[in-house]
C-alpha cells in the first residue's frame, strides 16, 4: 500500500466530490447527483497523455478481462464506498422505530410489491423480445427491480422529512422492495446456474423474511427488556457505591451493524440490509447515546466515496454504439415508468387518503436504482449470463434513474411541504 | 474486495480489540496496551488446522519473499490502522495550540535533541561491536531514534491530563523528536543509497524545518485573519438579509488533514507530521466548530486497528534463536535507557523546576517507538540494508517500549496528578 497515493487520491477526490455537491446545490439539487456526476467526469477526464484516473492510481478491474485486476488505491476506496453506504443505511435505521415501521405497513407493502412484479415483467418481456436469450433476460428483469433506497433516504434526511407519510412508506417500501430484489437476484442467479429448483427458491426466500422478521420481533420484545436489565444493573450498582461498568456504545453499535451487515451477506441479501437492521435495533435509543451524531460524523467521512464511485463506473465511450444508446433510452423510459406506477398505485391501494402529490412522491422516490441494479449486472457478467452491451445498459439505466429522480423528488417535496421544510446552504454543500 | 470477509474481519478485530482493552484496564492499564497484545494473540494463534489469520483474510507480505503480497483484507486493515494514527495525531494537533508548544520551547527542543543524540549514538555503537557492518548500524541507530507520539498521546488524552507541563514538554518534544527522526532517516537512507552527500542533508533538513515553521507561523499571523476576513463577510450577508454560504467544517478540516499528510509523506516526513500540523492550524477554533468530537467519532472507527497492526507484525517463533534474544533484550534495555536519560536531562536543562517526578514522566513518555521504528527497519529491510535478524530485533524493541513504557507512565501520572484526575472505566474500555 502506497500511503502518500492514498491519501493524495482521498483528498482530490473529497475536494473535487464537494465541489460537485456545491455546484448542483445552485441549481437546488441534492449534492449527492453533483457527486455522480464528477464520479463520471473523473473516470472520463483525460488530457493528452494525461488520466485523471492513472493520476490518482484508480484502475478498475474490467470484467470483460479475466486476468485484470483493481488498484490497492481502488480497492481501498471502495472499501470506503461500500462502509459509506452500509453507515448511512444504519443512520437511517436509527431513525426507522419499528412502531413507526408497522404503521406504515400496508401502502409499503403492496407498493413494494407492485414496485417489483411490473418493472420485472416489463424488463424480462423487453428482452426477450429484442435479444432473446432467456438468460440475458432474467438478469436484466433482476436488475430492474431493486430501488437504491440509499439515495432516497439522503435526499429525505437532507430535507429533514423523516417523519413525513410519504417518506416513511418509501423507506418501508425500500425495505421490503429490497429484500423482494435480493430474492429476485437469488432466484435468477440460482435458476441461472443450477436450474430451476422451487427448494432453493424456498429456502432463500425464507431466510430473508425470517431475518427481518426476527430483527422486527426482537427490536419490540426482546431489545426493551435487555436495556432495563442492564439499565437496572447501573443503577443498583452506583445506589451500592460502585463506579458502573460500561461499554462505549459507539463501538458496540459499530460491532452490531458490522456483524449484522456480514450475516446479510453471508445468507444472500445485500450488506445495507443488515446494517439498516442494526439500525432499527438501536432506535429506541440512539438519541440517548448520540448515536446519531456520532455514525453521522463516519457516514459523512465515507460517503462521498460511494456517490464518487457509482459514477466512476460509468464509461461514456460504450455509447458510441447507436443499437446499445436506443436501447439503453427504452430500458430507462421502462425503468422510470414501472416504478412510478408499480409504486405509486401499490400506496394509494394500501392508503386512501394518499394525495396526488403523495402518490408522485412515492413513485418518483422509488425510481433510483442506483448501485443495486449494478451489481446484479456484474454478478450476471461475472456468470457469463449478461453481455457486456447489457451491462452498459444496465449501468446507464441505474446512473439514468438516480439523476433524473432526486430532483424531480426534491421538487414535489418542497412542493408539498413548502411552508414547513426550507433548505439552507449548509444541508446541501 | 470480498465485501463479506472484510466486514467480517472487521467486526471480529474490533470485538477482540474491545476485549483486550477490557482486560488490562482490570489491572489499570491503558486500552492500547490489551489491543497490541491482542494482535500478537491474533497473529499465533492456531489450533492444528485452523490459524486466525488466515480465517480473517490476513496474510501479511514477507519481506524476506520478494513474491509475496498482502492480501486485500489486510491492505485494507492496514489504511484503516494509518488512517487511524493521522486522525489520532490530528485531534492531538487539534488540542495544541501554538502558544502553548512555544510556551514548551526550551524543555521540549532539549529534550528532543538530547533523546535523538543518545539512542543514534549507542545504538550505531552496539551493532558495529556486536556485528561489524556499517549500514546494519546506521539503520538500528534510525530505528531507535523516533518517538511514538500516537501511543504516549493516546495515554495523555486518556487521562485528560494534555494541560500539565509534562504532558506540554512531552508532546512538544515528541514533534520535534518525529522531524528529527525522519531526518535521521532520510540521511541514513540518502548515504546508504547514494553515499554521504552533503547537499541531501541540508536539504532534507531545511525542508522538514521550513514545514513546521512555515505552519506555526501561519498559525500565529494567517490563520486568524482568514478567520476574521470569513466572519465578516457571513456577517455582512446575514445583515443583508441573505443565507450566507457556509461549508461542511468537518470535511474541509479532513481535506487539509489529508493533504498536509499527503504532502508530509511526498517531502518525506512522515504523514502523521503533517496530520499533527494540520490538527494545529485549527486548534483555535476546534471547540467553536465541536471538530474534536466530529473527529473523536472518526478516530474511535480507525484507531483500534493500529493498535491491532503493531501486534500483528510480531512473529514469536523469532525469538527461539537465543542470539537474537538476547540481543533484543540488551537493545531494549538501551533503547529504554537512553530515551530516559537523553530526554530527562533535557527536559531538567530546559527546565529547571521540573521536579524528580516530572523527569521520570519526561524520560518514561518518551520511551515507546511504536510504529515508526518498525518503519525505518522495514525500510532498511526492502533496501537490503538490513538482516532480517536485526528486523526481528527492531520489532521487539518498538513493541517491547511500546508495552513497558504505558503502565509506568500512567502510574507515573496518577502518582503526580492523584487528587485532580481519576479515571472511569468508561476512559479506560
Known amino acids: 500500500m502506497d500511503l502518500f497515493q492514498l491519501l ?30 464528477m464520479g463520471i467526469i473523473i473516470a472520463n477526464l483525460a488530457f493528452g497523455d494525461f488520466s485523471l484516473m492513472e493520476f490518482l492510481d484508480l484502475s478498475i478491474s474490467n470484467p ?10 481502488y480497492e481501498i476506496i471502495e472499501a470506503f464506498a461500500e462502509l459509506g453506504v452500509i453507515f448511512l443505511l444504519f443512520t437511517v435505521g436509527l431513525e ?36 432473446g436469450d432467456m438468460h440475458h433476460a432474467m438478469f436484466m428483469a433482476a436488475a430492474m427491480v431493486a430501488t437504491s433506497v440509499g439515495i432516497t433516504a439522503r435526499i429525505i434526511k437532507d430535507m429533514k422529512l423523516m417523519d413525513t407519510r410519504e417518506a416513511r412508506i418509501i423507506i418501508g417500501a425500500a425495505v421490503i422492495d429490497d429484500v423482494l430484489g435480493m430474492i429476485v437476484l437469488a432466484i435468477v442467479k440460482g435458476m441461472a446456474e443450477s436450474g430451476v429448483s422451487i427448494v432453493n427458491i424456498l429456502s ?16 419490540k420484545f426482546v431489545v426493551p427488556k435487555v436495556y432495563d436489565y442492564f439499565d437496572d444493573r447501573r ?23 458490522l456483524l449484522m451487515a456480514a450475516f446479510a451477506e453471508f445468507i444472500g ?14 432506535a429506541d435509543h440512539a438519541w440517548e447515546w448520540d448515536l446519531e451524531h456520532k455514525i453521522e460524523s463516519i457516514t459523512t467521512f465515507f460517503i462521498s466515496f460511494f456517490f464518487l464511485n457509482v459514477g466512476l463506473q460509468v464509461d461514456i465511450s460504450t455509447l458510441t454504439d447507436m443499437h446499445v444508446l436506443i436501447l439503453a433510452i427504452v430500458v430507462i423510459l421502462i425503468a422510470l415508468a414501472t416504478k412510478y406506477i408499480g409504486c405509486g398505485v401499490g400506496a394509494k391501494m394500501g392508503d386512501r387518503q394518499l394525495d396526488k402529490a403523495g402518490f408522485n412522491i412515492v413513485g418518483v422516490g422509488m425510481m433510483p436504482r442506483g448501485e443495486v441494479g449494478i451489481i446484479v449486472a456484474s454478478i450476471g457478467l461475472g456468470t457469463g449470463m449478461m453481455s457486456s452491451d447489457l451491462y452498459a445498459v444496465v449501468v446507464l439505466m441505474s446512473v439514468a434513474t438516480t439523476i433524473i429522480a432526486p430532483p424531480i423528488l426534491s421538487k414535489l417535496f418542497r412542493k408539498k411541504y413548502h411552508e414547513e421544510y426550507k433548505i439552507t446552504a449548509d444541508d446541501l454543500i
Open 269 to 282: 441479501l445485500a450488506a445495507i440490509i443488515g446494517s439498516f437492521l442494526a439500525g432499527m435495533l438501536f
Open 204 to 219: 432463500i426466500s425464507i431466510q430473508a423474511v425470517l431475518f427481518v422478521g426476527i430483527v422486527i420481533l426482537a427490536c
Open 64 to 73: 470483460n478481462v479475466p486476468e485484470s485486476h483493481s488498484s490497492t488505491t
Open 235 to 257: 443503577q443498583k450498582s452506583i445506589a451500592a457505591g460502585k463506579v458502573p461498568y460500561s461499554v462505549n456504545k459507539l463501538v458496540f453499535s459499530i460491532i452490531v451493524c
Open 96 to 131: 426507522t422505530k419499528v412502531k413507526d415501521l408497522l404503521g406504515a405497513g400496508k401502502p409499503a407493502l403492496l407498493a413494494a410489491v407492485l414496485g417489483v412484479i411490473l418493472p420485472f415483467v416489463a424488463g424480462f418481456a423487453l428482452i426477450i423480445a429484442v435479444d
Open 8 to 37: 493524495l487520491t482521498m483528498a482530490i477526490l473529497f475536494i473535487l466530490a464537494r465541489i460537485g455537491a456545491a455546484l448542483v446545490s445552485r441549481f437546488g439539487l441534492p449534492g449527492l447527483i453533483g457527486e455522480i456526476v
